[in-house]
């Protein structure tokens, strides 16, 4: 067997989002559930783009988790690596949607989640080594021992290039900012590429100015460094080149998944052998589209929905 485009490591489970929007989960009369989880996310937006993607993650042996390989399988995911097993539940996530900025999640994923108990010994280890991108977030290096699968994961990858660090803070699996400072310190010594926004950058490398959080980042060896702005666009920075692009204009419904379909598309650009600012442009454009709908997963755009889009984009700045 080839080896794959992309192992995307991490956290999987069951989004269960209100349709009803503007008010709080109390008033919600009815939800719609999706397949969620970053690192799952990433997976499907790269498969959207016709790249063959594996996920590598646990679930619980419940029903929610057979929903989760059976949905990543119909959304072109190989679900080979996703795992289930006796122990915490397949977790939910609920979201509040107060467009165009305010998007409150709450994760039922207490103390653990299945996600974080991946070991070392469950690891595809040579299709991970293997791949041509490898994707994993910091939400992973939050418990273990999904933190010392992590680092053999890296430690067997052995920084090949396209190696990924999604900065993916999460407050909340945290015991405090400190803490994962120091592990993202210690993942940044493994990764090649480095994703994140202003205030993960700061957890990171202790900078929220993009530039200086991009040189701190580059200082650490790294190849790409990607600091995303919001509305004030993303910047992408190499040893020798950096690209900023302003944001696409966009009716804002849901904003939690911009982030991952911006990480698929990224992965599609860096194995299509793009310049840097035609993946920008492009990962911009498709993180902005799945902000203008609800759901994350199967809101994934193809390669056709972001080229039309950035077709009307480069019309308007020419008119």
Same mark, same amino acid.
């Given at each position: 067997m080839s080896a794959l485009d992309l192992v995307s490591m991490g956290r999987t489970g069951v989004d269960i989002y209100p349709l009803q929007h503007g008010v709080g989960l109390e008033d919600v009369q009815t939800f719609?559930? +999706?397949? @969620? /989880?970053?690192?799952?996310?990433v997976a499907v937006a790269a498969a959207?783009? @016709?790249r063959r993607a594996a996920l590598v993650t646990r679930t619980g042996h419940d029903p929610f988790g057979r929903y989760v390989r059976l949905e990543a399988a119909r959304l072109g995911v190989d679900p080979s690596y996703i795992m289930a097993g006796e122990g915490p539940p397949t977790p939910v996530t609920f979201c509040e949607v107060f467009p165009p900025d305010d998007f409150p999640l709450y994760f039922y994923r207490y103390p653990t989640a299945p996600d974080l108990?991946?070991?070392?010994?469950?690891?595809?280890?040579?299709?991970?080594?293997d791949a041509a991108v490898f994707w994993a977030t910091v939400t992973g290096l939050s418990q273990e021992?999904?933190?010392?699968?992590?680092? #053999? #994961?890296?430690?067997?990858?052995?920084?090949?290039?396209?190696?990924?660090?999604?900065?993916?803070?999460r407050p909340m699996f945290w015991p405090d900012a400190g803490e994962a400072t120091e592990q993202v310190g210690k993942?940044?010594?493994h990764v090649t590429v480095a994703v994140g926004n202003r205030e993960e950058c700061a957890v990171a490398v202790g900078?929220?100015?993009?530039?200086?959080?991009a040189d701190a980042l580059l200082e650490r060896g790294l190849e790409l460094v990607v600091v995303k702005q919001g509305p004030k666009g993303v910047l992408a920075a190499t040893p020798d080149e950096r690209v900023e692009v302003p944001p696409f204009p966009v009716?804002?419904?849901?904003?939690? @998944?911009?982030?991952?379909? +911006?990480? @698929?598309?990224?992965?599609?650009?860096?194995? #299509? /052998?793009?310049?840097?600012?035609?993946?920008?442009?492009f990962a911009n454009v498709a993180g902005a589209l799945v902000a203008g709908r609800l759901e994350c997963s199967t809101a994934m755009p193809d390669e056709a929905e972001?080229?039309?889009?950035?077709?009307g984009l480069n019309f308007e700045r020419k008119s």
């Amino acid at each position: 067997m080839s080896a794959l485009d992309l192992v995307s490591m991490g956290r999987t489970g069951v989004d269960i989002y209100p349709l009803q929007h503007g008010v709080g989960l109390e008033d919600v009369q009815t939800f719609q559930k +999706f397949l @969620g /989880g970053s690192a799952t996310n990433v997976a499907v937006a790269a498969a959207r783009y @016709g790249r063959r993607a594996a996920l590598v993650t646990r679930t619980g042996h419940d029903p929610f988790g057979r929903y989760v390989r059976l949905e990543a399988a119909r959304l072109g995911v190989d679900p080979s690596y996703i795992m289930a097993g006796e122990g915490p539940p397949t977790p939910v996530t609920f979201c509040e949607v107060f467009p165009p900025d305010d998007f409150p999640l709450y994760f039922y994923r207490y103390p653990t989640a299945p996600d974080l108990q991946i070991t070392a010994e469950d690891l595809p280890l040579d299709a991970i080594r293997d791949a041509a991108v490898f994707w994993a977030t910091v939400t992973g290096l939050s418990q273990e021992p999904s933190r010392a699968a992590h680092a #053999a #994961a890296w430690e067997h990858r052995a920084r090949r290039r396209h190696t990924i660090l999604d900065l993916d803070y999460r407050p909340m699996f945290w015991p405090d900012a400190g803490e994962a400072t120091e592990q993202v310190g210690k993942a940044l010594e493994h990764v090649t590429v480095a994703v994140g926004n202003r205030e993960e950058c700061a957890v990171a490398v202790g900078e929220t100015d993009p530039q200086r959080a991009a040189d701190a980042l580059l200082e650490r060896g790294l190849e790409l460094v990607v600091v995303k702005q919001g509305p004030k666009g993303v910047l992408a920075a190499t040893p020798d080149e950096r690209v900023e692009v302003p944001p696409f204009p966009v009716d804002v419904v849901n904003g939690l @998944g911009a982030g991952d379909a +911006f990480g @698929g598309a990224l992965v599609h650009g860096l194995l #299509a /052998g793009w310049e840097l600012q035609r993946i920008l442009e492009f990962a911009n454009v498709a993180g902005a589209l799945v902000a203008g709908r609800l759901e994350c997963s199967t809101a994934m755009p193809d390669e056709a929905e972001v080229a039309q889009a950035l077709t009307g984009l480069n019309f308007e700045r020419k008119s």
